[in-house]
Antibody
């Protein structure tokens, strides 16, 4: 069974950095593209970033491009989101999710983790 | 970017009601459309993928239809556990985008 567990959230001041982790189990991590999606308090869902199954292709929303970096440690079955130059607008619950089918970059999202809350505030 | 317009933003219904939520894409996304259910404080849960395929374990009272730019999610007979917020989502290309959500509340 697909299981994703995010961690690393917390309260941080504007301009500072934070690194989120997403630990994956229950599937062959190296075969699936992974995505980060966030949800500001009381708001809808916003796609943040994706990384291909082999880590060779990374994409970012315009709102985070140049500030956030996605990576994956395949032997450790872990996905990361390095967030630099954080802004108050980045305050949200951050979810990691797996695409539905292996070796696909675009697909439905499944197995969402429980999310980790990032609060950017002075 | 493809805009996903979901309606209504909220609705009030009773147990046993038939409920339909619509989602319109600003351009053709083929059948690359999924629906999620989200309850307060919880992660989104996949209900429907490829516009009309039910995810494993999802009750058959849920159904999806549509292709191209117009899609709908129907709950044939609303159950107490179905009061939640529903989102549509396209995965035709990047950036992935989501509808604004439909909150289904008890009448």
């Amino acid at each position: 069974q697909v299981q994703l567990v995010e961690s690393g959230g917390g309260v941080v001041q504007p301009g500072r950095s934070l690194r989120l982790s997403c630990s994956a189990s229950g599937f062959t991590f190296s075969s699936y593209t992974m995505h980060w999606v966030r949800q500001a308090p009381g708001k809808g869902l916003e796609w943040v970033s994706s990384i291909s199954y082999d880590g060779s292709n990374k994409n970012y929303a315009d709102s985070v491009k140049g500030r956030f970096t996605t990576s994956r440690d395949i032997p450790k079955n872990t996905l990361f989101l390095q967030m630099n130059s954080l802004r108050t607008a980045d305050t949200a619950v951050y979810y990691c999710a797996r695409v539905g089918r292996s070796l696909r970059n675009f697909d439905w999202l499944m197995g969402w983790g429980q999310g980790t809350l990032v609060t950017v505030s002075s | 970017d493809i805009q996903m317009t979901q309606s209504p933003s909220s609705l009030s219904a009773s147990v046993g009601d038939r409920v339909t939520i619509t989602c319109q894409a600003s351009q053709d996304v083929s059948n690359h459309l999924s629906w999620y259910q989200q309850k307060p404080g919880k992660a989104p849960k996949l209900l429907i993928y490829a516009a009309s395929d039910l995810d494993t374990g999802v009750p058959s009272r849920f159904s999806g239809s549509g292709s191209g730019t117009h899609f709908s999610l129907t709950i044939s007979s609303l159950q107490p556990e179905d009061f939640a917020t529903y989102f549509c989502h396209h995965y035709d290309n990047l950036p992935l985008t989501f509808g604004g959500g439909t909150k289904v509340e008890t009448k």
